[in-house]
Structure formats: C-alpha cells, structure tokens
C-alpha cells in the first residue's frame, strides 16, 4: 500500500489523535486488507465493462498502482 491509502484513512478519521497508533496489529491489518480488497474489486470491475482486453489491462493495472496494491 502506499500514500495514497494513508492519505484516505486520514480522511475517514482513522489516524486523528493516535487512533492508529492504539489499534493492535490485528486491528491495523484488518483494515489494511479491507482497502485492498475494495481497491481489488474496483480494478475487476472494469474486465466486466470494457470489451478491448489491452485496455482492461491497462485500466486493472493502473488503480493497484494507484493505491500501491501488488498485483
């Protein structure tokens, strides 16, 4: 993951007052795979979508990028 991700859960509050830093391993893990998970399907959504199997690829490619997912 990268930046990007940080930058959202920021956002959603999750890092205000050190709310990050008072979560177990557990806790901070379950959230990170909850954001792969929703950057993953996003990406397959778009094989379903566009016909062009070059541009399916592309697009899957660059969202995990986006958000540091390895593919």
Known sequence: MNDKLDD???Q????AQGCWDHMDDYD?????????LIV???ANLFPLT???EQ???RIDKTILKH????Q
């Open 67 to 70: 958000f540091g997912v390895d």
């Open 40 to 42: 993953r399907e996003c």
């Open 55 to 57: 541009y399916q690829r």
């Open 12 to 15: 959603a509050g999750l890092t």
């Open 50 to 52: 566009f016909t062009d």
């Open 28 to 36: 901070r893990a379950a959230i990170l795979k909850f954001a792969e």
């Open 8 to 10: 959202l859960m920021y």
